[in-house]
Structures are given as structure tokens and as C-alpha cells.
């Protein structure tokens, strides 16, 4: 079955305590991307990748760092984690090619304490 | 400023009936519109994609427009369901890049 799969679904955690949440994707797709959405808002994009080794800042990159050493995982990883991070993060996969559709994961909820 | 607004920000009708939802951006230059669907908690499921040659499009119950001279678009629902309850979001994306602009959505409820 085609997926984005993330971990953990739910993370309570300290401020300044680093973490990771993960992603993966198993359709091949080239193109991965980090959103987090926060009430009343839209979703925003932190980063994405265009391919392997290949990543760049999206709307609000600030205090998140991303990886893409293999074409199906796109870590978030953040350093040292604040209040203002608490939001519903997803992350995103499609092919590159125009108008094609994004497969979203089932949202990480991240509270910091 | 690239933006995507959407109207109304919620809205409760009856099941069986029903309702269109509007999305106005200044997206430019402009490549694809899509309609989302966000169940809570849970990540967006695609249910159009229409590019500037389309003027509208189905999917079962759900038919999008989309006017590319006014820079408009509408989800219309036709015959609701319990289960047609959630977030719907209207993205555009710009020629040449793949960031997609989002609007907050249209947070719909549908009452037995």
C-alpha cells in the first residue's frame, strides 16, 4: 500500500530537549516536504527536498533542520525544541512532475512544555 | 504577496443538502489549483487538481471550478453525507516550483 508514514503520531516533550520525528515513504517519490499546521492557519511549509542530498528552506525553517541522505526518509529534527514548535506537523511526498498529487502522512502532534 | 483565501470559515448544514465552498488567490504565475480534504487530526487527501485550462472538474460528489480570469475557485458538494464533515482546503501552486500556497480552509460540519 502507498504511504507516508510518520513517528511518532504524539510527543510530549521539555524545551530544549532535542528530537526527531521521522518520515518515510515507500512510492519512490523524489520530492519530500515538512509542513506544520497551527489553528487558523493554513498549512505551512518548513522544508522540503527536491531529491536525495537535496533540501531547501520553506515559509518558517527557523529552529528545524531536515536530512535527506536516503531517497525514501526525510527526518525533522529539532535542535533544541521551544513552546512557539508546539503545532501538528506533517510531512508530504509526490513525483516531480507537474500537478501531481501530494501524499501527506498522518500528523505528528508535538507539544512543548 | 502570493495568498489563498478561502470563505466561509466554517459553515453547518443539513445532511442530504447542498453547499459550495469559495477560494480567491493572487497566486502568479499561477500552475495548479487543488482541493484538499482534512478530516481532524489527519493529513490533507487530495480531491481535484485543476490547471489553467480546466474549468471544472468531479470527483463522485464533489465538483471544483475554477475561473483563472477572476482568479476563483469552488468546491461544490451535492447531497451531503455525515462523513463529508471536515476541513477543506484550497492550494495553489505557482509555475515552476513546487511550494504550494494554502488557505486556512473551510471548516465544514454536516448535522443529521
Known amino acids: 500500500e502507498a504511504q507516508v508514514t510518520q513517528n511518532p503520531r504524539y510527543l510530549i516533550t521539555v524545551t530544549g530537549k532535542k528530537l526527531t520525528v521521522t518520515c518515510s515513504q515507500n512510492?519512490?517519490?523524489?520530492?519530500m516536504s515538512w509542513y506544520r499546521q497551527d489553528p487558523g492557519l493554513g498549512l505551512r511549509q518548513i522544508y522540503y527536498?527536491?531529491?536525495?542530498?537535496?533540501?531547501d528552506k520553506g515559509d518558517v525553517p527557523e529552529g528545524y533542520k531536515v536530512s535527506r541522505k536516503e531517497k525514501r526518509n526525510f527526518p525533522l529534527i529539532l535542535e533544541s525544541p521551544s513552546p512557539n514548535q508546539t503545532s501538528l506537523y506533517f510531512c508530504?511526498?509526490?513525483?516531480?512532475?507537474?500537478?501531481?498529487?501530494?501524499?501527506f502522512g498522518q500528523g505528528t502532534r508535538l507539544t512543548v512544555v | 504577496k502570493n495568498q489563498v483565501e478561502q470563505s466561509p470559515q466554517s459553515l453547518i448544514i443539513l445532511e442530504g443538502k447542498n453547499c459550495t465552498l469559495q477560494?480567491?488567490?493572487?497566486?502568479?504565475?499561477?500552475?495548479?489549483l487543488r482541493w484538499y480534504k482534512q478530516d481532524t487530526g489527519r493529513g490533507p487527501v487530495s480531491l481535484t487538481i485543476?490547471?489553467?485550462s480546466e474549468n471544472t472538474k468531479s470527483n463522485g460528489r464533489y465538483t471544483a471550478t475554477l475561473d483563472a480570469d477572476t482568479k476563483q475557485s469552488s468546491l461544490h458538494i451535492t447531497a451531503s453525507q455525515l462523513s463529508d464533515s471536515a476541513s477543506y482546503i484550497c492550494?495553489?501552486?505557482?509555475?515552476?516550483?513546487?511550494?504550494?500556497?494554502w488557505g486556512a480552509g473551510t471548516k465544514l460540519i454536516i448535522k443529521p
Open positions: 508530504a511526498s509526490s513525483s516531480t512532475g507537474m500537478g501531481t498529487e501530494a501524499f
Open positions: 512510492m519512490n517519490h523524489e520530492y
Open positions: 527536498s527536491m531529491n536525495v542530498e537535496v533540501t
Open positions: 477560494c480567491n488567490y493572487t497566486v502568479s504565475p499561477f500552475s495548479n
Open positions: 485543476m490547471t489553467f
Open positions: 492550494v495553489v501552486s505557482a509555475n515552476g516550483n513546487y511550494q504550494l500556497i
